[in-house]
Antibody, heavy 123, light 107 residues
Framework: QLQLQESGPGLVKPSETLSLTCAVS?????????WNWIRQPPGKGLEWIGS???????YFNPSLTTRVTLSLDTSKNLFSLMLASVTAADTAVYYC????????????????WGQGTLVTVSS | DIQMTQSPSSLSASVGDRVTITCRAS??????LNWYQQTPGKAPKLLIY???SLQSGVPSRFSGSGSGADFTLTISSLQPEDFATYFC?????????FGQGTNLEIK
């Protein structure tokens, strides 16, 4: 069964870089699919951050593209997020999720999701 | 970016009620529309994909319909575990975007 688990510091200082990893079990991330980060500020809605394919191709939300780096480590079966120059507005629960894409009509959806990890930006 | 607008933003209902939540896209997205359920402190859970397909393990009281720009999520008979927040999400084009959520509360 495919499972995802986020990890990383729960507190980051303003202007520093937020770094999170998503450990995947039950599937080799280098085989297929797109691997994603999504965030949710406290009490608010969901924002897609970006996606990295099994071969390392990346796609980003234009609102964050200048600050986001995604990477894949197939030897450890995990993928990572780095978000530079953080501010209080980046305080959120960060989720990782697989993007499942059908082969016949490219319908796609996020499933499963990790449990999420809260990152607070504060000095 | 494609904007997703859900209505209502909040809804009070009773166990056994039939409930409908709507989601409107700012442009046509065919059937590239997914629904998620989120309970407090938990990750969103996929309920409906491709507008009307029920995810494995999701009770049949949940159903989705629509195409183009207008979609609905219907719960035929509310159960206590259904009181949660529901989000729609378009998967037609990047950046993927979500509705603002509908908070379903117990009346």
């Amino acid at each position: 069964q495919l499972q995802l688990q986020e990890s990383g510091p729960g507190l980051v200082k303003p202007s520093e870089t937020l770094s999170l990893t998503c450990a995947v079990s039950g599937y080799s991330i280098g085989r297929d699919y797109y691997w994603n980060w999504i965030r949710q500020p406290p009490g608010k809605g969901l924002e897609w951050i970006g996606s990295i394919s099994h071969s390392g191709t990346t796609y980003f939300n234009p609102s964050l593209t200048t600050r986001v780096t995604l990477s894949l480590d197939t030897s450890k079966n995990l993928f990572s997020l780095m978000l530079a120059s953080v501010t209080a507005a980046d305080t959120a629960v960060y989720y990782c999720a697989r993007l499942y894409i059908t082969t016949w009509n490219k319908e796609n959806w996020f499933d499963p999701w990790g449990q999420g990890t809260l990152v607070t930006v504060s000095s | 970016d494609i904007q997703m607008t859900q209505s209502p933003s909040s809804l009070s209902a009773s166990v056994g009620d039939r409930v409908t939540i709507t989601c409107r896209a700012s442009q046509s997205i065919s059937t590239y529309l997914n629904w998620y359920q989120q309970t407090p402190g938990k990750a969103p859970k996929l309920l409906i994909y491709a507008a009307s397909s029920l995810q494995s393990g999701v009770p049949s009281r949940f159903s989705g319909s629509g195409s183009g720009a207008d979609f609905t999520l219907t719960i035929s008979s509310l159960q206590p575990e259904d009181f949660a927040t529901y989000f729609c999400q378009q998967s037609y084009s990047s950046p993927y975007t979500f509705g603002q959520g509908t908070n379903l509360e117990i009346k």
